[in-house]
Nanobody, 123 residues
Framework: VQLQASGGGVVEAGGSRRLSCEASGPAFSRYGMGWFRQASGKEREFVAA????????IYSKSVEGRFTISRDNAKNMGYLEMNDLRPEDTAVYYC?????????????????WGQGTLVTVSS
């Protein structure tokens, strides 16, 4: 499966942004999906994940309550709704897919990665 993330840009602190992840191929609906991010000079970190059917969902503590992950398998799409954005959310955001169909926060479990989309939160 190939993934392409989009929707990044510059947003003011406190604002919202929705990221999209377009997947190719019918297998996407069988895969778990996750979002990760990488800030400049830092390692890539887990943000959110969901199973092949869209539930359950898991989040990092830093985004829980502000971000929402979802997916539409009929459209081969995944989403990350981000609210109450903070300057520390500035990063390149990546969507990823893993073949077991479960949600996972472990980066090593993800076999497929999109190219990333940059979100910059200005203070």
């Amino acid at each position: 499966v190939q993934l392409q993330a989009s929707g990044g840009g510059v947003v003011e602190a406190g604002g919202s942004r929705r990221l999209s992840c377009e997947a190719s191929g019918p297998a996407f609906s069988r895969y778990g999906m996750g979002w990760f991010r990488q800030a400049s000079g830092k390692e890539r970190e887990f943000v959110a994940a969901t199973s092949s059917i869209g539930a359950p969902t898991i989040y990092s503590k830093s985004v829980e309550g502000r971000f929402t992950i979802s997916r539409d398998n009929a459209k081969n799409m995944g989403y990350l709704e981000m609210n109450d954005l903070r300057p520390e959310d500035t990063a390149v955001y990546y969507c990823a897919a893993e073949r077991t169909g479960f949600q996972s926060s472990n980066r090593a479990n993800y076999a497929y990665w999109g190219q990333g989309t940059l979100v910059t939160v200005s203070s």
